[in-house]
């Protein structure tokens, strides 16, 4: 007798979001990672759950904002089972306007959220002032303020879906007990699963990128995140702030930091004047999967049977995870096709 009918190699978001939508429909489920769930990119610190910005609209981008409207019930179920909390807030997000061509084009942004986020969320344009101490540093005086943006907590949110996955039934193998694939099996290895199929495929499908962030001793409170000078600056409720990353297509170590991080913090300390000499409590560093495509690659393997990919969630991983589990699902599952043509693995191919 089949001990599972999906059978997901990666511990990472990809694979937990899909193990816990799979259990969740009554399928039984084994998640295996050769290091630990949560333990490459889906382990780091900042959690940004931010949109595309509301023009030049596309499927990617419609399906991001459907993700991310998608995200607050998401997560309350899982930390419910769980009896965790994942960190999860939509608190909103803060972005310095430069000068009055960039403020023209703010205010032009406003008219096309109210028709393309369809009333569900917001883009405004603030004066600073009223953003208090901390605001970002802003040359025109205004600011960027969208109520969509969201932040997760991701070893919590991790930890969550494990608990939550076992909760319901699913079993998460230990490191040291590979399983033999057993009914559908889903690929969601990172990007060292990228490059595995860039082997299988005799082309480049995918790579990954180095991101290092950091965590800053500050209680910002329920405070909406920053977006300054190219730096994600995240509020957390245990009382830190998390700030990232940098984006290195060459790296020699896939987990140590050095100078390129130093200068994303002093960007952030530029940027929000509160900062200055609070202490880094952590520096972390991992790689993200970028598909090809540059949208996740999602679907069935072309010339397998029963063998499926979700990889390539890169910096939007967290973002798309709920709507990309949700239609992964669907198709393991269900035999039900709805993933859109720029996401499927042909696409990388």
């Given at each position: 007798m089949a001990m599972a009918d999906v059978t997901i190699y990666g511990a990472g978001i990809?694979?937990?979001?899909?193990?816990?939508?799979?259990?969740?429909?009554?399928?039984?489920?084994?998640?295996?990672?050769?290091?630990?769930?949560?333990?490459?990119?889906?382990?780091?610190?900042?959690?940004?759950?931010?949109?595309?910005?509301?023009?030049?609209?596309?499927?990617?981008?419609?399906?991001?904002?459907?993700s991310l409207m998608m995200a607050e019930p998401f997560w309350?179920?899982?930390?419910?089972?769980?009896?965790?909390?994942p960190g999860y807030s939509r608190s909103g997000r803060l972005q310095p306007i430069s000068?009055?061509?960039?403020?023209?084009?703010?205010?032009?942004r406003l008219e096309n959220a109210k028709v393309l986020w369809e009333g569900q969320a917001r883009w405004d344009v603030v004066q600073a002032e009223r953003a208090g101490a901390w605001a970002p540093k802003t040359p025109s005086g205004w600011l960027i303020h969208?109520?969509?943006?969201?932040?997760?907590s991701p070893r919590k949110a991790c930890a969550a879906l494990v608990a939550a996955i076992k909760?319901?039934?699913g079993r998460i193998l230990p490191v040291d007990a590979e399983p033999e694939p057993e009914g559908k099996v889903v690929y969601a290895t990172g990007y060292e699963g990228l490059l595995e199929l860039s082997e299988v495929f005799e082309k480049p499908v995918g790579n990954g990128v180095k991101g290092q962030g950091a965590l800053l001793n500050y209680d910002a409170g329920d405070a909406p995140q920053l977006f300054a000078d190219g730096v994600h600056i995240v509020p957390h409720a245990n009382g830190t702030v998390a700030i990232g990353s940098t984006s290195e297509r060459e790296f020699e170590s896939p987990d140590s930091v050095d100078e390129q991080l130093d200068a994303v913090?002093?960007?952030?300390?530029k940027a929000v004047p509160v900062l200055q000499g609070v202490d880094v409590v952590e520096r972390w560093a991992g790689v993200r999967p970028r598909a090809?495509?540059?949208?996740?690659?999602?679907?069935?393997?072309?010339?397998?049977?029963?063998?499926?990919?979700?990889?390539?969630?890169?910096?939007?991983?967290?973002?798309?995870?709920?709507k990309i589990a949700t239609i992964m699902a669907d198709l393991v599952l269900d035999d039900v096709d709805t993933i859109p043509d720029d996401f499927r693995v042909e696409a990388n191919i």
């Open positions: 990809a694979g937990l979001t899909l193990a816990w939508t799979c259990v969740q429909r009554g399928a039984k489920v084994q998640v295996w990672d050769k290091r630990a769930p949560g333990a490459g990119a889906s382990g780091g610190l900042v959690g940004a759950l931010a949109p595309h910005v509301p023009e030049n609209w596309n499927p990617k981008k419609a399906f991001q904002f459907e309350a179920e899982i930390g419910a089972a769980a009896g965790m909390d000068d009055g061509a960039a403020l023209l084009l703010a205010r032009s969208d109520t969509l943006t969201a932040r997760l909760a319901e039934g913090i002093e960007k952030a300390m090809k495509s540059r949208a996740p690659m999602i679907g069935a393997v072309p010339g397998a049977q029963n063998v499926f990919v979700s990889n390539g969630g890169f910096k939007i991983g967290f973002g798309m995870a709920p």
